[in-house]
């Protein structure tokens, strides 16, 4: 191979942008410990299945503002009570696994070439990429549930209904009335589920280096190799959306939240990419990339997940530009 002086007329260097698509990208989830349930607050009268607060007629006992979401199991018309549930955490453990993509993504790389041998050359790149990751789990979990049960006096007061069984009341302070103040409180922990999502949200920033071979194969087609070390940047939250529904009553409570972190990844690529010379220094490529990055970890208060990116695939095309 003859080095390529650094004055010389011929083209040494290269520059292609494009988009990429991320293949057998995996993660993993694991929920396990005691956690708190953010949807309820029965110290401000919001329940897992109704509300009680102060209405606007400024009377400490009694109040008009309350709702309750079914008739039947929480009204209790011999003891003219009514019955609210505040869940407060849950303990569950489970873990589930899932494929991920494609995801759709961005990439750049500039190189220069320093030895050429007739159609061949030989050189080094870098590159940048940017890719986008969404995997969510939907597994249903096992959990015991820590419910505490408000029972309130509504002697003297006609409960309605509406044609789902709920009623809800606005502060206006006109009744029906029932006492402000829960009369019995009790805990229980029973049996339950817990439905919705956990998904990873993150961004996968990658910077890949090494020698590149280049080689014409025609006067219109070429191709080029590639390999080297590689480093990523994976950056975004972990969220939750998930709904305790207890076993014995049937009550539902909200709990969701995120949190962040960043962590890196290293490995190594292999590439190949096909070239077409359209016009005099511009070229549309397509390529197909390897890149084993290893695994990030998210891990907090007992909500933990793995992104495995060990046997990752890109394929990419684009526009190049030798000159």
Same mark, same amino acid.
Request: glycine content about 14%.
């Given at each position: 191979f003859i080095w390529i002086p650094a004055d010389t007329d011929d083209w040494t260097r290269h520059f292609h942008i494009g988009a990429v698509v991320g293949f057998n990208i995996h993660?993993?989830?694991?929920?396990?410990?005691?956690?708190?349930?953010?949807?309820?607050?029965?110290?401000?009268?919001?329940?897992?299945?109704?509300y009680v607060h102060p209405d606007q007629s400024g009377d400490p006992t009694y109040t008009s503002y309350f709702g309750f979401n079914n008739y039947s199991s929480q009204y209790n018309?011999?003891?003219?009570?009514?019955?609210?549930?505040?869940?407060?955490?849950?303990?569950?453990?489970?873990?589930?696994?899932?494929?991920?993509?494609?995801?759709?993504?961005?990439?750049?790389?500039?190189?220069?070439?320093?030895?050429?041998?007739?159609?061949?050359r030989v050189g080094w790149e870098l590159g940048f990429g940017l890719l986008p990751i969404t995997i969510k789990d939907t597994s249903p979990l096992s959990a015991m549930v820590n419910q505490s049960i408000y029972t309130f006096d509504t002697t003297g007061a006609v409960l309605l209904h509406n044609a789902q069984g709920g009623y809800?009341? #606005?502060? /206006?302070?006109?009744?029906?009335?029932?006492?402000? =103040?829960?009369?019995?409180?009790?805990?229980?922990? *029973?049996? %339950? !589920?817990?439905?919705?999502?956990?998904?990873?949200?993150?961004?996968?920033?990658?910077?890949?280096?090494?020698?590149?071979?280049?080689?014409?194969?025609?006067?219109?087609?070429?191709?080029?190799?590639?390999?080297?070390?590689?480093l990523g940047l994976v950056t975004g939250d972990y969220k939750?959306?998930?709904?305790?529904?207890?076993?014995?009553? #049937?009550? /539902?409570?909200?709990?969701?939240?995120?949190?962040? =972190?960043?962590?890196?990844?290293?490995?190594?690529? *292999?590439? %190949? !990419?096909?070239?077409?010379?359209?016009?005099?220094?511009?070229?549309?490529?397509?390529?197909a990339q390897y890149m084993p990055l290893g695994s990030a970890n998210f891990s907090n208060g007992g909500r933990a997940a793995k992104l495995d990116l060990s046997g990752q695939v890109y394929i990419s095309a684009g526009i190049s530009w030798p000159f």
């Amino acid at each position: 191979f003859i080095w390529i002086p650094a004055d010389t007329d011929d083209w040494t260097r290269h520059f292609h942008i494009g988009a990429v698509v991320g293949f057998n990208i995996h993660a993993s989830f694991n929920e396990s410990g005691l956690f708190s349930i953010s949807g309820s607050d029965p110290a401000n009268g919001i329940f897992d299945d109704g509300y009680v607060h102060p209405d606007q007629s400024g009377d400490p006992t009694y109040t008009s503002y309350f709702g309750f979401n079914n008739y039947s199991s929480q009204y209790n018309a011999a003891n003219q009570t009514l019955t609210m549930h505040g869940s407060t955490s849950f303990a569950a453990t489970g873990s589930s696994q899932h494929d991920g993509g494609p995801f759709p993504g961005f990439d750049m790389v500039y190189g220069d070439n320093l030895w050429y041998w007739k159609h061949a050359r030989v050189g080094w790149e870098l590159g940048f990429g940017l890719l986008p990751i969404t995997i969510k789990d939907t597994s249903p979990l096992s959990a015991m549930v820590n419910q505490s049960i408000y029972t309130f006096d509504t002697t003297g007061a006609v409960l309605l209904h509406n044609a789902q069984g709920g009623y809800n009341a #606005g502060s /206006s302070g006109q009744g029906p009335f029932i006492n402000e =103040t829960p009369a019995v409180s009790s805990s229980q922990s *029973v049996s %339950g !589920t817990v439905t919705g999502s956990r998904t990873l949200d993150v961004m996968l920033y990658t910077i890949k280096f090494g020698p590149s071979f280049y080689w014409d194969i025609t006067e219109k087609f070429g191709m080029s190799l590639g390999a080297g070390p590689a480093l990523g940047l994976v950056t975004g939250d972990y969220k939750y959306d998930e709904t305790i529904t207890t076993t014995a009553n #049937g009550v /539902s409570s909200h709990s969701s939240g995120k949190y962040g =972190t960043t962590d890196f990844v290293y490995g190594g690529y *292999v590439n %190949g !990419t096909v070239l077409w010379h359209v016009l005099n220094n511009a070229d549309i490529y397509l390529g197909a990339q390897y890149m084993p990055l290893g695994s990030a970890n998210f891990s907090n208060g007992g909500r933990a997940a793995k992104l495995d990116l060990s046997g990752q695939v890109y394929i990419s095309a684009g526009i190049s530009w030798p000159f």
